[in-house]
């Protein structure tokens, strides 16, 4: 098994802004995960911030990509599998991908993950709303966040479910290379717990605003839509509108 180093935080700015900052100054692979009990500067997808106060688990881990990156974006996906995977265990109760990096629970986020290329290394960042109390968070949130807490569910044993979740992502892209191009099996589970499906969206990618019908994750982590042109597949995005 692969040896990592743990490195335990009670307050951080962002343990992905920690983590990018030894992956950049290092010469070797980096093989860590940090942990904080709370962020001061907690930062999500586009340049958005992430509510982090304590109550909630926020870490960020390093896997160095040996290979080619053309299938790097993929492991945001693979990320919130495991993250789905190994809460599920605790909350007995499917979870759901809103593509490409938000879990929900009961139609609420329950979890944003933010996966950052450096130096041929992903460094994946996860944060967890497990103690929190949604009247606590900022009012653009409140109505749209949940927490294990607000679903009656106990608090995990927070090194157990940060080790389980890395481990199985070193498993999975080591081990079984799961860049290296076989991830039909992967966006099957993806697709199994699919928040999106048969949901009208609108998404922004780069200039582009795309309206569709979601229809599922591709093998390649693309969000296939259905629009007035037939089946488009869009790679990256940030998913602005839903309705059933
Ligand atoms: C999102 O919701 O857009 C992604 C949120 C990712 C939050 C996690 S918390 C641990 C790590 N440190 C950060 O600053 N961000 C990630």
């Not at 290979?67 to 974006?73: D, F, R, T, W």
């Given at each position: 098994m692969l040896s990592r180093e743990y490195i335990f935080k009670n307050e951080t700015v962002s343990t992905s802004s920690d983590l990018k900052e030894i992956v950049r100054s290092s010469s070797l692979p980096v093989y860590a995960v940090i942990i904080a009990e709370r962020q001061s500067g907690g930062r999500g997808r586009m340049g958005k911030s992430f509510f982090s106060p304590k109550g909630g688990i926020y870490f960020s881990a390093s896997f160095p990509i040996s290979?080619?990156?053309?299938?790097?974006?993929f492991i945001t996906l693979l990320a919130g599998l495991y993250v789905c995977k190994a809460l599920e265990k605790v909350c007995s109760e499917r979870l759901y991908i809103k593509w490409p990096n938000d879990i929900y629970l009961g139609g609420k986020k329950l979890c944003g993950i933010l996966a950052e290329l450096i130096n041929n290394t992903a460094v994946v960042g996860v944060g967890i709303n497990c103690e929190i109390n949604s009247d606590s968070c900022p009012p653009e949130l409140k109505d749209i966040v949940t927490s294990l807490s607000e679903h009656g569910i106990e608090p995990p044993d927070k090194k157990a479910l940060i080790a389980e979740i890395v481990s199985a992502l070193d498993r999975e892209l080591y081990r079984n290379n799961a860049l290296a191009g076989k991830t039909e099996s992967y966006a099957r589970q993806i697709n199994a717990r699919f928040y999106l499906k048969d949901k009208n969206v609108k998404i922004a990618s780069g200039e582009k605003e795309i309206f569709g019908k979601a229809l599922r994750v591709s093998p390649k982590g693309a969000l296939v839509l259905q629009t007035e042109n037939g089946e488009e597949e869009v790679i990256s995005g940030t998913v602005f509108r839903v309705e059933s």
């Open positions: 290979g080619s990156l053309e299938n790097a974006p």
